[in-house]
């Protein structure tokens, strides 16, 4: 079974800076596809940022040029740099992860997420 733990979120005035971070966990033998998605309040969730095991990434015109979504395999760690903070990223973020885990199963996991206030 995989886990994953979410880390960084917190208060932080607008322009600021913060880092998050998704550690993955458990019988791994693959994470594939590492991905931050977030929540606002009264809102759908909404994909923020992803990157392959092949190191692409993309993301959503909302927060491009301001967030940089990374990763480290020797970790299963992916992390998400996000500069010039505004209002509007206030949001719960979530980490998810697909790939393949004890025999090869496939597996789709998300973190408990973390709370992004972005407030003056």
């Known amino acids: 079974q995989v886990q994953l733990v979410e880390s960084g979120g917190g208060l932080v005035q607008p322009g600021g800076s913060l880092r998050l971070s998704c550690a993955a966990s458990?019988?791994?033998?693959?994470?594939?596809?590492m991905e931050w998605y977030r929540q606002a309040p009264g809102k759908q969730r909404e994909s923020v940022a992803v990157?392959?095991?092949?190191?692409?990434?993309n993301y959503a015109d909302s927060v491009k040029g301001r967030f940089t979504i990374s990763r480290d395999d020797a970790k299963n760690t992916v992390y998400l740099q996000m500069n010039t903070l505004k209002a509007e990223d206030t949001a719960v973020y979530y980490c998810?992860?697909?790939?393949?885990?004890?025999?090869?199963?496939?597996?789709?996991?998300w973190g408990q997420g973390t709370h992004v206030t972005v407030s003056s």
């Open positions: 998810n992860a697909r790939g393949h885990g004890a025999g090869w199963i496939a597996f789709d996991t």
């Open positions: 990157i392959t095991s092949g190191g692409s990434t």
């Open positions: 458990g019988s791994i033998i693959r994470v594939n596809i």
